[in-house]
């Protein structure tokens, strides 16, 4: 890969808004508190956990799961990363754990781009009701390419005027 020298822009995005954090957080400790006391109350004092229990074998299984699923979602939240790199060979995107590999949409196939404040509800890999790929992390601030075949993917980021400028020095001979 190239040196942070040779990167017209780069920027990197992480899940960091503190009440996402917070619902996560709540849901995963209230589902694993309820699983962790049926478990309990079933399996350590004997008693029947709600108005029809669960056989103890299935009840441990459906909580195991449960809580490792929790974690999953803690883990994937935690490790989401959107990475997104200007050089002369294009712009470079990868938002992992979603997209593992480096994408590449070099300058030869952008028609156009612009920033705007995007309107998708949540965040993540989401497409549009205009059928645009939207990819973003946080806030509502995103950049827009169009590609030749006319599809388009927006980059949510916390610095478009930088975001555009880069994609000038670029794309300044196929953008207008």
């Given at each position: ?58 009840l441990l299984i459906v909580s195991l799961f449960t ?34 590999s480096w994408k590449m949409i070099v300058p030869g ?17 989401r497409i549009t009701f205009q059928g645009v790929v ?43």
């Amino acid at each position: 890969m190239k040196t942070q020298s040779e990167f017209l822009f780069e920027e990197s995005q992480h899940f960091t808004q503190w009440w996402l954090w917070m619902i996560i957080g709540l849901a995963a400790l209230t589902t694993n508190l309820v699983f962790g006391y049926g478990l309990f109350q079933q399996l350590i004092l004997g008693k029947p956990w709600g108005s029809s229990p669960l056989q103890d074998e299935l009840l441990l299984i459906v909580s195991l799961f449960t809580i490792t699923s929790t974690g999953a979602v803690l883990l994937l939240f935690y490790t989401a990363n959107l990475q997104t790199r200007i050089s002369k060979a294009g712009v470079a995107y990868r938002f992992t754990p979603f997209i593992r590999s480096w994408k590449m949409i070099v300058p030869g196939n952008i028609v156009a781009c612009s920033a705007q404040a995007h309107k998708a509800l949540g965040y993540g890999v989401r497409i549009t009701f205009q059928g645009v790929v939207l990819l973003s992390v946080r806030g509502s601030q995103a950049v827009q390419i169009t590609r030749q075949d006319g599809s388009a993917i927006a980059f949510g980021t916390q610095q478009p005027e930088k975001f555009l400028e880069a994609l000038g020095h670029i794309c300044s001979s196929t953008l207008s």
